[in-house]
């Protein structure tokens, strides 16, 4: 899914936990793991080339999802953030759940279990498509109805 629709997961659960600012950074916070291939192949630094690569269903590189998107990340992540904090612990992990939740409804490559890519889920809601727009305004009309 694109920014948006994890940014309206985040304000939803920041809303229902009172705790914005940790889910926002937990639903977006993910999402990091893209900057390695758009860095290491120069993607980030051409603005033309950065815009058609995120738009794009396809991830030319085989590694824009990888392990802060697996069920390990996610386990290992919250699990530190549950140890400093438990309360901050659980907005955390549905901010980060909510992301990879998201994730597996669109049609990108998604390996829940990375590094092993035996799985490979692609969900009903084409990339970056009138229903995954449609989908974000959803979300953002529960954030405001919440």
Known sequence: M????HLAAGLIIGKLTQ?????LIA??????????????????F???????????????????RNYLHSIFGFILVSLIV???????????????LSHLLLDVLDNSDFYPFYPIKEINIKGPVK??????????LILFIIFFIV
């Open 19 to 23: 705790n914005y600012l940790v889910a």
């Open 82 to 96: 549950f140890l400093f904090d438990q309360r901050i612990g659980i907005v955390f992990s549905l901010g980060y």
């Open 46 to 64: 051409n603005l033309k080339k950065f815009w058609e690569t995120i738009t794009n269903p396809k991830d030319p590189y085989g590694s824009q």
């Open 27 to 44: 639903a977006l916070f993910v999402d990091i793991d893209h900057l390695v291939p758009y860095i290491k192949h120069k993607v980030i």
């Open 2 to 5: 694109f920014l948006l629709a």
């Open 127 to 136: 990339y970056f498509s009138k229903a995954e727009f449609a989908l974000t």
